[in-house]
C-alpha cells in the first residue's frame, strides 16, 4: 500500500521532538497509517493552546533514525498548538490527516488543568479543525515532567495509543466528543482496564511559590494533591491516581456550562 493509501495520522506533543514519549506514540501509531511527526522545536509543557505573537516560527526538516527507522521529523518554533496548525496547513497541506495525536507526555493530564496542558491544548487546536483528535498521558512523578528522560517507560501508554487510536480510525466519535483525553497510570500494564471518566471539577496540580529575597525572583512550581473525600467517583482523578485504571475522558469544545438559560436569565433579571 503506497503513503497516500495509507490512514494518514498527525502526531505531535509539548516535550518537544526529543521526546522519548513522542517516539514511543510514533511507533506505536506506524502500523496504522503513514505518521507525520510535527513538534515543537523545544520544550513546551504547560503552553495550553496557546498561540503566542513572540514565537519565532523557525522551521527544522530532519531525519531522525529511532530504534533504526528513519522519521522525517517537522520542528516548529512554537507552542504546540501552534506545531499543529504547521502541521495541518503547510506539512499536510494537501492531505488532509484521518487523525491527529498528541502525546505520550510526560505527566498526568487530569482534573481541572487540563486547560493548562499542551498536550490537551494540541489535540483541541485540531479538534478545531474538525479532524479526530486523541491525547494521551503517562503517569509521572513531578520531577520526571520536564526531563525528557529516557528512564521512562513508554510501552504501556503505547499500547493504549495504539489501541484508542485503531478504534478513533474506524469509528466516527460521537457527537460533541471533540478530544479523547486518555491517561495511563504509572503502573499498568496492557492488562489494567480503562474506564470512561468525567473530568474532576478539583484542583490537582497545587501552584507552590519560593521567594528568593537576595534576588528578588520568586519560583513558581507545583505539585500534585488529591482530597481523596471529595474527588468525583467518576472523575479521570480518581480512576488514575486513587483506583490505578486507564482513565478515557472525552472532551467537548463547547465549553458552555450546563445550566437552564431560563432559570439563569431569571436570577439575573431579579
Do not use: C
Amino acid at each position: 500500500m503506497t503513503e497516500n493509501k495509507r490512514p494518514q495520522i498527525l502526531l505531535s506533543n509539548d516535550d518537544s521532538i526529543n521526546s522519548p514519549g513522542l517516539w514511543a506514540a510514533a511507533e506505536a501509531l506506524s502500523s496504522l497509517g503513514y505518521v507525520h511527526v510535527v513538534a515543537p522545536s523545544v520544550q513546551q509543557t504547560s503552553m495550553g493552546r496557546a498561540l503566542p505573537r513572540d514565537a519565532d516560527g523557525t522551521r527544522i526538516t530532519q531525519n531522525l533514525v529511532v530504534n533504526g527507522q528513519t522519521w522525517e521529523v517537522h520542528g516548529y518554533g512554537g507552542s504546540p498548538a501552534q506545531a499543529v496548525l504547521h502541521g495541518l496547513l503547510s506539512v499536510m497541506a494537501d492531505i488532509k490527516p484521518d487523525l491527529v495525536v498528541a502525546g505520550i507526555n510526560y505527566g498526568e493530564n487530569v482534573a481541572s488543568g487540563v486547560t493548562i496542558s499542551g498536550t490537551v491544548g494540541a489535540a483541541l487546536e485540531a479538534a478545531s479543525f474538525g479532524y479526530p483528535a486523541l491525547a494521551v498521558s503517562l503517569q509521572t512523578e513531578t520531577s520526571e515532567h520536564f526531563s525528557l528522560s529516557d528512564k521512562v517507560d513508554f510501552s504501556t501508554a503505547a499500547w493504549f495509543t495504539h489501541y484508542f487510536a485503531e478504534k478513533m480510525l474506524r469509528f466516527e466519535m460521537p457527537f460533541d466528543v471533540d478530544v479523547l483525553k486518555v491517561d495511563v497510570p504509572a503502573k499498568a500494564s496492557p492488562d489494567t482496564p480503562w474506564i470512561v471518566t468525567r473530568q474532576s471539577r478539583q484542583r490537582y496540580f497545587e501552584v507552590t511559590s519560593t521567594f528568593d529575597p537576595e534576588t528578588g525572583v520568586e519560583t513558581v512550581g507545583y505539585e500534585g494533591r488529591v482530597d481523596e473525600a471529595t474527588v468525583e467517583s467518576d472523575s479521570d482523578l480518581k480512576t488514575v491516581l486513587i483506583n490505578g485504571l486507564v482513565s478515557v475522558t472525552p472532551i467537548s469544545l463547547d465549553l458552555t456550562s450546563r445550566v437552564d438559560f431560563g432559570s439563569l436569565r431569571r436570577l439575573l433579571e431579579s
